[in-house]
C-alpha cells in the first residue's frame, strides 16, 4: 500500500498540466441535505472529470520509449479521455477500448483528442485491451488499479485539506476504487478527525459485498445510470485502502441519482454527470446523514453529459 508520499509526489508531477479545481461553499443546497455543502468540482477539470489525475500521473512515468509504442486502456469514458489527453500532450498514439453502452459523448470527446475507440460488450472490455497491447506492445494503463494511476486521484484530497481543511466529512462516487484509495489516503494522513464516505450504485454494490465478504468480490453486471461507476470487482491494490482508511460505502439507487443530479443543477447550478452525483444522491436517499453544522464535501467527480440525459430529470422532485 502506497502512502501521501507517492500523492506528493504525484501531484509536484501533473501539477503543471491540471487545474486545481475550485471547493464551492454551496448554501443553497443545505435545506436539502441537512449540512453545510461544499463541492470539489472535478466536473471543471481539463478533461471534464478527476481521471485526469492518475491518467497523466501514470503516462509522464512511463519511460520516452513506452510512450513510443503507444498507451491502450479499458474505459466507460472518463480514464479514456484521460488517456487520450496525455497521448496527445506527449506526442504518443491512444488506443481506448470502451463499452458499447458508453455514452456518445463520451466516445466523442475520445476521438476528438485523436485517440482510436475499440467498442465491446462491458465484460470483456480489459481483456480487449490487454489483447492490443500484447498486439502492439503497447503500455496498458488500468483505470484504478495501478498505484501511479490511485496516487495520481489522490492529488484532488491534497487539494481539498489544503482549500478547505474545516470539512468534517467527504463523499466520494465509488467503481473500482482508484479514487476513493488515493483521496482517503491523502486525507486520514492529513487530518485525524476528518470521515471518508463512498457511494456506489446500488445495481453494483462489488464494494457493500466485498466490505462484507472481506475480500474483493465481484458481481453481476447490471446497467445503471451512473456509467462511470460500472466496475464489477474492487481493484486488488484499492480495496486494502478502501477497507483501511474509508469509514463506509453505501449503496445508492438510479432514481435517486437522478434526483441528486437534477438538484445540483437547478439549485446548485452545476452540470454533472450522474455518476458525479452519487454522494448527493445518497444523502437524499438516507443512506447518509449528517447534522446541521457538519461540514460535508460532495466529490463532484465528472462532468460528461449528453443532452438525452438532461431530459430524463423533467418529471423528477427532490
Known sequence: MFS????????????????????????????????????????????????????????????????????VCASSGNHGRGIAY??????????????YTAPEVKVLAIKALGAKVVQCETSCRFDVAEQICNQQGATLIPPYDDEFVMAGQGTAGLEIAKQCPEID????????????????????ETSSTMKVY????????????????????????????????????PGNKCFPCVQKYVDQVVPVSDTFLLKGMKLLLMEGKILAEPSGCIGIAAVLQGQLSFQKKEKVCFLISGGSVGIQQLAALEPLDF
Open 86 to 99: 496525455a497521448a496527445k500532450m506527449l506526442g504518443a498514439k491512444a488506443t481506448v477500448v470502451m463499452p
Open 169 to 188: 466529512a467527504v463523499i466520494v462516487p465509488v467503481s473500482g476504487g482508484g479514487l476513493i484509495s488515493g483521496v482517503s489516503i491523502a486525507l486520514k
Open 198 to 233: 463512498g457511494a456506489e450504485p446500488a445495481a453494483l454494490p462489488r464494494y457493500t459485498m466485498s466490505l462484507q465478504a472481506g475480500k474483493p468480490t465481484q458481481v453481476p453486471y447490471r446497467q445503471t445510470l451512473a456509467d462511470a461507476l460500472v466496475s464489477q470487482k
Open 4 to 71: 501521501i508520499t507517492e500523492i506528493e509526489e504525484a501531484y509536484a508531477r501533473i501539477k503543471p498540466y491540471i487545474i486545481e479545481t475550485p471547493l464551492f461553499r454551496m448554501p443553497t443546497l443545505d435545506p436539502y441535505l441537512g449540512c453545510e455543502v461544499y463541492l470539489k468540482a472535478e466536473n471543471m477539470q481539463i478533461t471534464g472529470a478527476f481521471k485526469l489525475r492518475g491518467a497523466l500521473n501514470r503516462a509522464l512515468s512511463l519511460s520516452s520509449e513506452a510512450r513510443s509504442n503507444g498507451l
